[in-house]
């Protein structure tokens, strides 16, 4: 089975701070995402990887960067946590970028930004 | 990709099966229908998916009808950890993000 981890499940940061959330996974998959997930929003692409050290903008990456030096860790860093970035991130892997490779997601960290 | 159409929610009996309905009435050629499922406060987890043919693995079975324009989710002997939102979603071939609507919310009851 495919084994996505996210570094914590719940996550308490101030306005300002600079922010980390770590995803591993051990499938050895070529590409990473990171999304969001709020109410009424469904899921929104932030970025996400087709190699190591590459990266690609999904739709909403402002506010955001993310890292990517080894093939089963990507990071997602808030550069300085605001408000409105509080919210469920979920990270997700696939073999692929086809429409025949499922993404395997993790539990999500549900980050608060006070 | 397609848009799709789920009811908002259904109920089913436990140790029943769970049919959960989707149209997509707009789907074209070379894309794919996907089901996942998320329980609350968990991400979401990949169920099935298919192209034209029927498809079934360990957790459900996945009907396509023959124009493509619905499909239907069947989980065979629901439990109460069946109990979550279920995302019926079209995606093309090329892939890219996935595109969640609002999905099924399927209550199992005992």
């Known amino acids: 089975d495919v084994k996505v981890t996210q570094s914590s499940r719940y996550l308490v940061k101030r306005t300002g701070e600079k922010v980390f959330l770590e995803c591993v996974q051990d499938m050895d998959h070529e590409n990473m995402f990171w999304y969001r997930q709020d109410p009424g929003l469904g899921l929104r692409l932030i970025y996400f990887?087709?190699?190591?050290?590459?990266?690609e903008k999904g739709d909403i990456p402002e506010g955001y960067s993310v890292s990517r030096e080894k093939k089963e860790r990507f990071s997602l860093i808030l550069e300085s946590a605001s408000t409105n970035q509080t919210s469920m991130y979920l990270c997700?892997?696939?073999?692929?970028?086809?429409?025949?490779?499922?993404?395997?997601f993790g539990d999500g960290t549900r980050l608060s930004i006070l | 990709d397609a848009k799709t159409t789920q009811p908002p929610s259904m109920d089913c009996a436990e140790g029943r099966a769970a049919n959960l309905p989707c149209n997509h009435s707009?789907?074209?050629?070379?894309?794919?229908v996907y089901w996942y499922r998320q329980i609350h406060s968990q991400g979401p987890q990949y169920i099935i998916h298919g192209l034209k043919n029927n498809e079934t693995n360990e957790m459900a079975s996945l009907i396509i009808t023959e124009d493509r324009k619905s499909s239907t989710l069947i989980l065979p002997h629901a439990t109460l950890r069946d109990t979550a939102v279920y995302y019926c979603i079209v995606r093309s071939n090329q892939g890219g993000k996935l595109i969640f609507g609002q999905g099924t919310e399927l209550s199992v009851k005992p």
């Open positions: 990887s087709y190699d190591v050290k590459m990266k």
């Open positions: 997700a892997s696939s073999s692929g970028l086809s429409g025949a490779q499922p993404q395997h």
């Open positions: 707009t789907i074209s050629g070379n894309e794919y």
